[in-house]
Nanobody, 111 residues
Framework: QVQLVESGGGLAQAGGSLRLSCAAS????????VRWYRQAPGKQREFVAR???????AYGDSAKGRFVISRDNGKNTVYLTMNTLKPEDTAVYYC?????WGQGTQVTVSS
């Protein structure tokens, strides 16, 4: 069983930055696509970004131009660097790979 553990969430001001991390309990990310999703209260889960095994990336509309997804296979970790944060980025952020999900990390952006 693989465990995914997100970290790095917290409180940020609008315009600020945060970097989220998603660590896997064993080597998984080097051969798998890893995705970040988020879910705000009362809203459906939303795709944020993904990174493929070869490093290709894609972003949801809300993340384009502001967020960057990256990976460190040696550390079994994927990062989501979030810049120019907005209050509407407030949500619980989850990482996913194959059938595995993390527990989520809360991001709160104040105006």
């Amino acid at each position: 069983q693989v465990q995914l553990v997100e970290s790095g969430g917290g409180l940020a001001q609008a315009g600020g930055s945060l970097r989220l991390s998603c660590a896997a309990s064993r080597s998984l990310f080097s051969s798998s696509t890893v995705r970040w999703y988020r879910q705000a209260p009362g809203k459906q889960r939303e795709f944020v970004a993904r990174i493929g095994p070869g490093g290709s990336t894609a972003y949801g509309d809300s993340a384009k131009g502001r967020f960057v997804i990256s990976r460190d296979n040696g550390k079994n970790t994927v990062y989501l660097t979030m810049n120019t944060l907005k209050p509407e980025d407030t949500a619980v952020y989850y990482c996913n790979s194959q059938d595995f999900w993390g527990q989520g990390t809360q991001v709160t952006v104040s105006s």
